[in-house]
Every structure is written in structure tokens, then in C-alpha cells.
């Protein structure tokens, strides 16, 4: 009997979590292969700390070749198109055909809406360190960031950075010469994590001076004039962060794998292991099915979807029952550069799952899981921003490690 081909595309959070799964479950007994478009496999989470200066570029990142060493085959090409229905991904490089698809290759940032070139931002390594020379020759003014859409990466990154600029500004001895505003959609601060938390980031900026323009109506950004524009407001700046929407992979576009949803287009996955509903030997738990399923454009349900999928294809390949493993609660940690914030969230599955494939395009229901306003938080102590540091310096330690 040949062995399996399973097929992981993208070489980021959820790729480099299959992988290992998968590795461990898989390995001499089916043929695991990684594709991406990058040698090495980033931790997004660590660009704020290149922009603040306080990690180096080479402090971010690891080789994808490191994953050999747990007999994963690493192809370094770009995907362009998904076909399943042959069973096959196409790339720059000629296609890689599969038994199985795990795909999770993020999502891509807009930055041609609203005038968002203007600003600064560290949403990719480029950015990060022209922001970590912006903030450096900063000396005190308005500082105004501004996140258009709610949908990017992260949901809690604006109110961290916000908070993170505040605490940094102190240090420098500038906080007072200096204005600092963010501008979101969200009428109060992470409002979907339920009142505790928002009430809490609400209070902070008050009794800090961090002005929080919320439910905003953006109109886009006047370069010559710098002024973010806003429907019947005008907040003017010195220097300007943006934070961009993010928009479905182009790999995915016309691959029958996507739908549209109230919040754009995006991939279409099962709530409880990110299988598609219309193809069963494809599994999409990256962030391009966050919108879909009602879940925050984030590494932490990434990371756990991932978990459940590769289970699953594991389970599959071995042809051993499959414990349904799915996401019942979840962990956010916040950093407020001083403090730290660790939030927990009690998940449930609502009676509409919101897959519904209707014979040749999908019904977007309601999203599959209801976490909206079940959260509470665990630790508001400078111990939880240890606690996210050291989470995250082990995830990038032991990603890769057999
Ligand atoms: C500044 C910042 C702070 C953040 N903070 C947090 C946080 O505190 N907590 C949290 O949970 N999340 C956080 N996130 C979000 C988190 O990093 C992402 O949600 C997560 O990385 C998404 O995982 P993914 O595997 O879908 O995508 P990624 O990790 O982006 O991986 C995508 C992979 O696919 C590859 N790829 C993309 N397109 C192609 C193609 N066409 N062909 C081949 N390869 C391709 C890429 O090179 C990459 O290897 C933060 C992000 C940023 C930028």
C-alpha cells in the first residue's frame, strides 16, 4: 500500500503545529510535506517587539528546515492556486498533489484602503523596524493609531500597543509632551471579550490619558494635511501607527473553499477540527477561517484548530477512531507593557453552525462558535505579561524541536 500524502501549506503558526502534530503521530507512515513561500517560519507576535526595540530581527524567527529533522519534507515555493477538486495545490513551481490538505497560510494585509501607507506599522519585518526608527527619533506630539476595520490581525493588538506606547513614553521621560488617540470601530476597547476586560482597559486608558475614539466611521487619512478622517471628525497627528484590515489569501480565490461572510470573503471550516464542509480531505485552520467561524484573526484558535485537524488526519491515515478534541475554551494573553492581562474564555457551539453548503455555494448562517461575552479575566498582574513572554519563548523554542 503506497503511503499518504499529506500536504501542509503554509509554514507559520498553524503549519509549523501540524507539522509537529503530525510528525509525532505520522512519522514512517505517511509522507508529510510543508510548503511556503519563506525559508523560515516568523512569530508575528514578536514584530511589536522588534518595533520597541527590545528584540533584534534574528530573535524572531527559526529555519523551516529544522522540521527535516522530524521527517517533514520542506518545499520552499508560492502557492497559487488551491484546486480540490483534484486534489492538488498549484505553485510556482509545478503542482503538489495530496490525500490530505492542512492549510493555513494567514491572511494578506490591505494597505491600499484608507490612505494606510501613510503610517507606520509592525505587521511585517520591514515595518517593524522603520517603526522602531519612527518611535526612536520620536520626541513628543500627537501619536494617533488607527485601526479602520475590526477584522485584523489580532483583535486585542491596538489596545496592547496603545498601552505599550503610554508605558514606553514614560520611560523616555516624553509621555507628557505627548497626545496619544486610537481610533477603532469598536465603540469600547476589546468589546467583544465581554465587559470585565473592556471595563478594565476602559479605566486604564482613562486614569493614563490615552484617548479611545471608539465605534469610529473612518474616511481615510489626508497624508498632506495628517489627519485621519473620520465621518464628521477630524483627529489630527504627528506620527501615525495603522493597524490594516486583512483580506482572504489570493490562493483561495475561485477554489470553492471560501464563502462570503458579513465580514468579506473567507475560507469555510468546521468549528470543531476546521474540516471544509464541501471537501472532507481538506482542513483550514488558519486564519483565513477566523471570520467564518466568529473567532478572532489570532494565533491562539489557530494553534488549537490545528491541533484538532491534524488529529483527525492522523486519525484518518492510522484508521484509529478519532476523539473528537474541538475548542472549548481559550486563552488570550495581553500585554500592556507594564501589566499583563490573562483572559479566559469559555466557548460554546451554537445550535446554527453555520455550514451550510446548498448544492453549488454556501448559506452563511450565524458563525459556529459563540464565545461573544463569555470571557473573564484570570491575572491583571506584571506577572501575566511574564507569563505571555515565557508562553511564547517556548512556543518559538520547541516549535521545531523533535
Ligand atoms: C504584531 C502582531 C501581534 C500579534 N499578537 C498576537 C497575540 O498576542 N496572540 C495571538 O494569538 N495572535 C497574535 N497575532 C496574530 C497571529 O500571529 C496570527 O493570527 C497567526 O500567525 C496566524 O496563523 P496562520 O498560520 O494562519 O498564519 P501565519 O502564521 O501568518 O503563517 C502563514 C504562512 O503561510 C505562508 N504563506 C502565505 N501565503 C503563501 C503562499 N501563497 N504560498 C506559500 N506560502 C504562503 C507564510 O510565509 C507563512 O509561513 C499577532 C500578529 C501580529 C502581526
Redesign the pocket.
Known sequence: MTAKKVLI???????VVAAKKLSERLKGKAEITL????DY?YW??Y??DVAFGSMGPSEIYQPLSRLSERGVKVVK???TKVVPENRKVMTESGDLGYDYLIA???SVYDFSSYGLSAGMH??TLEGALKMREGLSSFGGGKLVIFAPEMVH??G??PFELASRLDVSLRKRGIREKTDITLIHPFEKPVQPLGREISGYLEERFRSRGINYVGGAKPVGIDQAGKKVELEGEEVPYDLLVVIPPIRL?P?FRESGLTTNTPAGEWTAADPSNARSPRYDDVFLP???SMPFLGLP????P?HFLTLSSAAEVAGEVLGEPVDPQGMSSMV??MDLGDQGVIVGCDLGRRENSGLAWAGDHYEYKEPGLDWVGKCYSVLTSPLSRFAKDMVYSSFMLTSMRR
Open positions: 501549506a503554509g509554514g507559520g503558526v498553524g503549519g510548503v511556503s513561500d519563506s517560519f508575528p507576535p514584530l511589536s515555493t508560492k502557492i493555513s497560510l494567514g509592525n505587521y490581525r489580532c486585542m493588538y489569501p490562493a488558519g486564519e483565513h484573526a489570532a494565533g491562539v489557530v488570550l494573553l
